[in-house]
């Protein structure tokens, strides 16, 4: 008991004397995983646009994909991931193992059949009418697209916050293809891996403590903004 408390009491000086490798490996962490969330929204809630407003052959089948890919375990991306980018691998020339490039593909495809369904699920909630109106009525294909995403906005922002989420302690992943390298690849959920595994807890629970706070500040930050989408209707 008397060891836990020591390693709280030196987690919180560590947060509060901003210990330069701490902040560091949060740092790496939130940059990865923000970078991957950038990449992949844009074009996830394209796709969820085209699912839930167009009706195609395949359809069913890839919203069926897609909702299967979400419980797709972290360990497995980043083990495909490692195959193709290994020396050996069909991807070595590019020379991204052990890369923050590796790891914010590899948070990317964690992430994006997550962000299409949720985001699907957001634009299928709308009158499919909303699109079909604003064509009619001779607003651009453009116009009219941004104009359903502007209706669907609280949901589509759910959908990021989830994603965000989903990537941001994810260790399995990041830990094959990033190689959790000090001052380079490290980020909270390696670390926290590593420092445990060395039964240096101080830092270990330090870096938890981020994650909690974060956790909470995203969940507050949903509930407020499905408020929102709630008064609005």
């Known amino acids: ?93 590019l020379k991204l193992l052990f890369t923050q490039e590796a790891m914010i593909l590899g948070q990317m495809l964690l992430c994006f059949p997550l962000l299409v369904a949720l985001s699907y699920a957001a634009l299928q909630s709308l009158d499919r ?36 989420g989903r990537i941001i302690a994810e260790v399995g992943s990041s830990m094959m293809i990033g190689g959790n390298i000090l001052h380079h690849t490290r980020n909270i959920p390696t670390a926290i891996a590593l420092e445990t595994s060395k039964g240096s807890f101080a830092q270990g629970i330090a870096l938890g403590i981020v994650l909690l706070i974060m956790a909470l500040a995203l969940n507050l930050f949903l509930s407020y903004i499905q408020g929102r989408g709630e008064l609005s209707l």
């Not at 701490?22 to 074009?43: C, K, M």
């Not at 089948?61 to 980043?78: D, E």
């Not at 651009?140 to 609280?154: D, G, N, T, W, Y």
């Open 129 to 164: 009418r909303a699109w079909e109106t604003a064509i009619t009525l001779g607003a651009h294909p453009i116009r009219a697209f941004f104009s359903v995403l502007k209706e669907a906005h609280f949901g589509l922002m759910a959908a990021v916050i989830a994603g965000f």
């Open 1 to 93: 008991m008397d060891d836990l408390s020591t390693a709280t009491s030196q987690a919180f000086v560590l947060l509060l004397t901003g210990n330069a490798e701490l902040w560091e490996i949060i740092a790496i962490s939130f940059s990865v995983s923000f970078r991957a969330i950038l990449f992949s929204a844009p074009l996830a809630i394209l796709i969820a646009f085209f699912l839930a407003s167009f009706q195609f052959p395949m359809r069913r089948f890839l919203i069926a994909l897609f909702n299967t890919a979400m419980s797709i375990p972290a360990v497995v991306v980043g083990l495909t991931l490692y195959l193709l980018l290994s020396r050996a691998g069909p991807l070595g020339d």
